[in-house]
């Protein structure tokens, strides 16, 4: 390798992380929007935490038996000596923000959303990356499952502005602090008949958290999952009613969805509610979405005892399978010639934006050959010229790039022309 090959390596983005260029970010801001409008439309409001937090609040939160918070996180010690983490979810942020500014008081809905960049260290691949990107959304202190319902309605909504089809929707309920301790149990002992059969990490989950087990991607240790006892059996009488409710609802809403009984999620916290949002068209990776109730956390952080329930949704895969119209932009060129036009050409420009139109100069000694050739390969609508009698009289020329039309009247004039057109 040169030099110079080896040299742009080193300074390229790293792994797992891309750069959203022009061209593709347009469609980032499109979804953007329409989930910021979609959110809104149900009451939500943005919530903004930091891109760092202490590590324990994962540990606590996202759970010390999970993948994310045992091999996943970006974790560092800051020049305090302190242990910090990149956020590999925002769920419990948002748990400590209320905490911090006692939210819970102000009287308003506990319904936030949130849009950015997530760390977690996983092996690069299609659909997943270290640096990614989600679209979150959390809602506190309600307890009936009919909010579940309208979260997964939500997520639906949004999808379908964002032009999204075949997706599947999976439901499932993993229970509570009171009868999962028995399921797990069950598990646990289901998973002891077959260890040999599991590999190192489930052997170790099978020990500590067997639930955690229904994540391994291994095919031999998800044959073995396979065979071990449903949740459904051992539902306490509050979450099964809890789960029934929620199937009510979204029967109500006509949403199709599969009760998937292994769909326990990676994460340790959810009580009751879990469910997931899918696409066939992503491949391996194939959650466009997934959430759930997660009933303790705040209690669990010392905070009052206020149920949340939520869901993220990975930008890069929606964007992957969505299908959006390019927006249309339409952009004048200003031609100008010669260093006298320049200084009015700079002038004419902050008028014309100042306006509502985007405006283009290019600092180049250019002929009009030149400009209009330029104008053609930036895809401009219009091209203005200024010119030195254009300067003399005040009166421009301005070239339509669609139709060829050629108009001249003074910036007013063609400001009116460019605002109709
Ligand atoms: P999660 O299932 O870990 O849940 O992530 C949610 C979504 O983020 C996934 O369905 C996927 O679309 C996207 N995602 C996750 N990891 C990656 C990755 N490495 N690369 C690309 N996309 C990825 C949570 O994060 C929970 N906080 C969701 C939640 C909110 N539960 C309750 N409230």
């Known amino acids: 390798m040169t030099e110079d090959a080896s040299a742009k390596k080193e300074l390229a983005a790293i792994k797992g992380t891309k750069d959203i260029l022009p061209g593709e970010v347009e469609k980032w801001q499109t979804l953007e929007g329409l989930a910021r409008k979609t959110f809104e439309l149900y009451g939500f409001r943005e919530l903004r935490a930091p891109v760092f937090e202490a590590t324990e609040l994962f540990e606590k939160g996202t759970g010390s038996t999970s993948d994310v918070v045992t091999k996943e996180m970006y974790t560092f010690i800051d020049k305090g000596g302190r242990s910090l983490t990149l956020r590999p979810e925002y769920t419990p942020s948002v748990v400590r923000a209320i905490i911090e500014h006692r939210l819970d008081l102000e009287g308003a809905p506990m319904r936030y959303y949130f849009m950015g960049p997530m760390f977690r260290y996983d092996k690069p691949q299609k659909g997943r990356y270290r640096q990614f990107h989600q679209v979150d959304i959390e809602v506190f202190g309600e307890r009936d499952a009919a909010v579940d319902a309208e979260i997964i309605e939500m997520a639906h909504a949004l999808l379908g502005r964002l032009g999204v089809s075949g997706s599947e929707t999976l439901v499932n309920s993993v229970g509570c602090r009171a009868c999962r301790p028995v399921y797990s149990a069950a598990l646990r002992e289901a998973a002891a008949k077959r260890k040999s059969e599991l590999c190192a990490d489930c052997q170790r989950k099978a020990e500590i958290n067997p639930l955690r087990i229904f994540d391994c991607k291994i095919e031999a240790c998800q044959e073995v999952a396979r065979s071990f006892p449903l949740i459904q059996d051992f539902l306490c009488d509050e979450c099964r009613d809890h789960f029934r409710n929620l199937l009510a609802c979204l029967d109500a ?74 927006p249309s932009r339409k952009m004048l060129y200003l031609a100008y010639l010669r260093e006298d036009a320049k200084k009015a050409g700079l002038e004419l420009a902050r008028y014309f934006r100042s306006n509502g139109v985007e405006c283009l100069v290019e600092y180049k000694d250019r002929g009009m050959k030149a400009h209009f050739g330029r104008a053609n390969k930036l895809g401009a609508s219009w091209v203005l010229i200024v010119g030195e009698n254009e300067l003399k009289s005040g009166r421009f020329g301005l070239k339509d790039m669609a139709t060829g039309r050629q108009s001249e009247g003074s910036r007013e004039y063609l400001l009116a022309l460019l605002l109709e057109g």
């Open 253 to 326: 809403l006509n949403i199709t969805y599969r009760v998937d009984p292994r769909l326990v999620r990676g994460l340790d916290y959810y009580t009751k509610t879990t469910f997931e949002i899918v696409s066939a068209g992503l491949g391996a990776q194939n959650a466009l979405l997934g959430g759930g109730r997660y009933d303790d956390m705040m209690k669990d952080f010392g905070g009052p005892d206020i149920c949340g329930t939520g869901f993220a949704m990975g930008i890069e895969r929606v964007l992957s399978v969505a299908e959006l119209a390019p």
